[in-house]
């Protein structure tokens, strides 16, 4: 059965960093991208971006709204993705989930941007 | 950017009765080579992570029954729940994924008439 489970949100002030990880099971993970994906409170869905994997060199995009600011990564030899993010605003509030292909998402952790 | 636009935002239907959401594109999401539409569409309940119901437009994915269905092609398309049931109540959103930055509709709530 596959697994993701992200974890390090919290309530964090404007301009500061927080590290977000999207722990794996189930899945051969350094096949595969993942893809990360906000939903901002009683809002739609906003994608954040993606890491590929090491068969596309681990290859990054970003979406406008956070590009500059926010850094993927992975270790492919623990099956976990991370998502830094940084000088953080009050619009980056949102529950972030990551996902794998479009089939498998995290129950997704909560980021309060909040002074 | 791709564009994605449903309707309606909301839609109250009646107990095995259909529901019928349409999601349009601001360019064609069908991709020539393998003749595949980038188009997904997923149901959230509330509380709970989006969980896929269709790919390439109008594949069940496993384990969603089968009064969920999808078709359309290109710009147009439509999600339908042939015979709503009570845990079908939840907030449906198509998405594209046929080019980065990925786009997902606003969403159509659905509820019990």
């Known amino acids: 059965e596959v697994q993701l489970v992200e974890s390090g949100g919290g309530l964090i002030q404007p301009g500061r960093s927080l590290r977000l990880s999207c722990t794996t099971s189930?899945?051969?993970?350094?096949?595969?991208?993942v893809s990360w994906v906000r939903q901002a409170p009683g809002k739609g869905l906003e994608w954040v971006g993606l890491?590929?994997?090491?068969?596309?060199?681990?290859?990054?995009e970003y979406a406008a709204s956070v590009k500059g600011r926010f850094t993927f990564s992975r270790d492919d030899s623990k099956s976990i993705a991370y998502l830094q993010m940084n000088s953080l605003k009050i619009e980056d509030t949102a529950v972030y989930y990551c996902?794998?292909?479009?089939?498998?998402w995290g129950q997704g952790t909560l980021v309060t941007v909040s002074s | 950017d791709i564009v994605m636009t449903q309707s309606p935002d909301s839609l109250a239907v009646s107990l095995g009765e259909r529901a019928t959401i349409n999601c349009k594109s601001s360019?064609?999401?069908?991709?020539?080579?393998?003749?595949?539409?980038?188009l997904a569409w997923y149901q959230q309940r509330p509380g709970q992570p989006p969980r896929l119901l269709i790919y390439w437009a109008s594949t069940r994915e496993s384990g969603v029954p089968d009064r969920f269905s999808g078709s359309g092609s290109e710009t147009d398309f439509t999600l339908t729940i042939s015979s709503l049931q009570a845990e079908d109540v939840a907030v449906y959103f198509c998405?594209?994924?046929?080019?980065?930055?990925?786009?997902f509709g606003q969403g159509t709530k659905v509820e019990i008439k």
């Open positions: 996902t794998i292909q479009i089939d498998y």
């Open positions: 360019q064609s999401v069908l991709y020539i080579s393998n003749n595949k539409n980038y």
């Open positions: 998405q594209q994924y046929y080019n980065t930055p990925w786009t």
């Open positions: 890491i590929r994997g090491k068969a596309y060199g681990g290859t990054t």
């Open positions: 189930g899945v051969t993970f350094g096949d595969y991208g």
